[in-house]
């Protein structure tokens, strides 16, 4: 808020004369208040997950060299920003991973919607960016890819549950284009998700304040 003051230009000093009546002089001070207008912006953001994101009890075995995946239904719709997996012991000479997201064909992984690769970190949560659309109501397959040839490291951490997993034989490094032939089917819950967010800016503005106008007057002594 800005306060600007105006003081007129008036003499503090004046003569008295015989027979002259000394003018009252009025002193004149206008305030005005000038309100300005403020825009504040913020974020708000909405993120939804699908796929298990608690970590399994158990570990996986063999992952290296092949294509673990899980098939998950989306109940909303929007785009993936990241692809997480929990593992095990992770291959100190090894820790490359890779994840994908598939689309659903007669609960058949289809097409390659998105695909992310990165290093492993041993017994924790592990991250990539992955960007892939989603619909309400659709259903997706996140699968997980390792460097190693040693069946003891790098393996998902599972539960057993009744979400529908899959297998598939595929080398390190390329994620095919259309998944191809399934290796063998069974249910397990692997600690792999997705989470599907946006973040939407949104605005408020302040109104300026009206401006205000305040004017005193302050009358001299009289003298004849």
């Given amino acids: 808020m800005t306060y600007?003051?105006?003081?007129?230009n008036f003499r503090d000093r004046f003569t008295t004369k015989p027979g002259w009546r000394?003018?009252?002089i009025l002193i004149g001070v206008s305030v005005f208040v000038v309100g300005s207008a403020?825009?504040?912006?913020?974020?708000?953001?909405?993120?939804?997950?699908?796929?298990?994101?608690?970590v399994g009890s158990s570990t996986d075995t063999g992952d290296g060299g092949s294509i673990p995946c899980?098939?998950?239904?989306?109940?909303?719709?929007?785009?993936?920003?990241?692809?997480?997996?929990?593992?095990g012991t992770v291959d100190p000479s090894s820790k490359g991973y890779s994840l994908a997201i598939y689309g659903d064909a007669s609960s058949n992984?289809?097409?390659?919607?998105?695909?992310a690769t990165g290093t492993l970190t041993a017994n924790s949560w592990n991250t990539l960016s992955v960007s892939a659309p989603i619909t309400s109501g659709g259903y997706y397959w996140?699968?997980?890819?390792?460097?190693t040839s040693n069946s003891a490291y790098n393996n998902v951490r599972y539960t057993s549950g009744s979400t529908p997993a899959i297998y598939k034989a595929q080398s390190y490094g390329t994620w095919p284009a259309s998944f191809?032939?399934?290796?063998?089917?069974?249910?397990?819950?692997y600690s792999i998700y997705a989470t599907v967010g946006?973040?939407?800016?949104?605005?408020?503005?302040?109104?300026p304040s009206s401006t205000t106008t305040y004017t005193t007057a302050t009358p001299s002594t009289s003298t004849t």
Avoid: E, F, K, Q
């Fill in 22 to 24: 000394r003018s009252a």
């Fill in 109 to 115: 992984p289809s097409s390659l919607l998105g695909s």
């Fill in 142 to 147: 996140l699968c997980y890819n390792s460097s």
């Fill in 70 to 87: 899980n098939r998950y239904g989306a109940t909303g719709s929007g785009a993936v920003s990241s692809m997480s997996v929990s593992v």
């Fill in 198 to 207: 946006s973040s939407t800016p949104t605005s408020t503005t302040t109104p």
């Fill in 4 to 8: 600007i003051i105006h003081l007129p």
């Fill in 38 to 54: 403020n825009l504040v912006g913020t974020a708000s953001a909405t993120t939804s997950t699908i796929g298990t994101t608690a």
């Fill in 180 to 189: 191809g032939t399934v290796g063998s089917r069974w249910t397990d819950n």
